[in-house]
Structure formats: C-alpha cells, structure tokens
C-alpha cells in the first residue's frame, strides 16, 4: 500500500490517495503505520493541502518522525507558508537539533517572504554553531548489488559510463 499512496503522491491523484489511505483500514482491516501517514503527508502537502495534512500529523497515532515533519517543511517552503513552516521547522530541531536542513528551509521562507533579518539570523545560527548539512545521497539495485551515489562525488567505479548514458538520456530529452 505504501507504492500506491506514493504512486498517488508523485500523479497528484489525491482523491484516490485519500480513499486507498481511508481503505486500509474500513475495507483490508490494515492499521496504517508511519510510512502510510509519511506517504499521506507528502502528497497532502505536493497538492497545497496543508492544513489538511499538519491536522493528519497531530492526528496520527504514534509520534512523526524526521521524514515526516521534512516532507511537510518542504511543501510550506513550496506554498511559502511561513506559519506552518516554524512548526515543522520547530519539531525538526527538537528531533535532531544537529541537523541544519530544517534551519536553512525555514531560512528559504523567510527570504521568499522578504524576512531577511530572520533568514539571516538562521543562515548566523547555522554558521555560529558549525552545523554541516549532509551531502544529497541515492542509491539504485542493479542485479542484486547497491550503489550508492553521493552529491559531487565521483569516485564509483563506473562513475564515467554513468554520467555519460545521463548526458544521452538528457540530450534525447531536450
């Protein structure tokens, strides 16, 4: 169930998101867990619904995690909704207070909303304290084997016959 809510988050399909999440447990007697609630929040939050889906957070059985409260900061940053975007951002730093991300997405809002001294003061913050953000990372299975791929890194064995099928794909895409 959770390939189909995010089949439905990555399509926009939020009315059937709504009714196969509604389903699990009325119709399949399946308690949705946390990725169920994660997939829920994120194509919520990709449609504008953001009420909608923070009422779905503070309404979940168990606590959100990181994924979550992320998936949620991302979607006020994309609808540039300042209030919810503290939240989310608040119950980051409270989950992981070394992470900067929450720190520099709330930043992003604020200098959207032409509140440069408070994106400022976060973008100190970060600095003052030596916050590091992670490089982007991801990995793909290929017959059985995982590869991962971090942000600016080169050093994959293949990393040469890979970048060049991704400039064919790109060139037969433009």
Same mark, same amino acid.
């Given at each position: +169930? ?13 009315? @059937?998101?709504?009714?196969?999440? @509604? ?9 949705? %867990?946390? /990725?169920?609630?994660?997939? +829920? ?5 990709? +449609? ?11 309404? +979940? ?6 994924? $979550? ?24 730093? /409270? ?13 992003? $809002? ?13 973008? %100190? ?6 916050? %590091? ?6 990995? $793909?299975?290929?017959? *059985?084997?995982?590869? *991962? ?12 016959? $890979? ?7 790109? %060139?037969?895409?433009?």
């Amino acid at each position: +169930m959770v390939g189909v809510l995010s089949a439905c988050a990555h399509a926009g399909l939020i009315e @059937q998101g709504r009714r196969y999440f @509604q389903s699990m447990e009325k119709v399949f007697g399946l308690v949705p %867990k946390i /990725e169920h609630y994660g997939c +829920m929040v994120d194509l919520l939050g990709r +449609m504008g619904c953001l009420k909608e889906a923070y009422d779905l957070i503070m309404g +979940m059985p168990m606590e959100a995690n990181e994924i $979550i409260w992320g998936s949620f900061l991302s979607a006020c940053r994309v609808y540039n909704n300042v209030e919810l975007g503290e939240v989310a951002a608040r119950r980051l730093l /409270e989950l992981d207070p070394r992470d900067p991300w929450g720190r520099v997405m709330l930043s992003n $809002i604020y200098a959207e909303e032409a509140k440069y001294d408070l994106s400022m003061g976060l973008r %100190k913050e970060i600095k003052e304290k030596g916050l %590091k953000k992670s490089p982007g990372c991801s990995s $793909i299975e290929v017959n *059985g084997s995982v590869h *991962g791929f971090l942000v600016e890194d080169n050093s994959h064995p293949c990393y040469n016959e $890979i970048n060049s099928t991704l400039e064919k794909i790109e %060139k037969l895409m433009n």
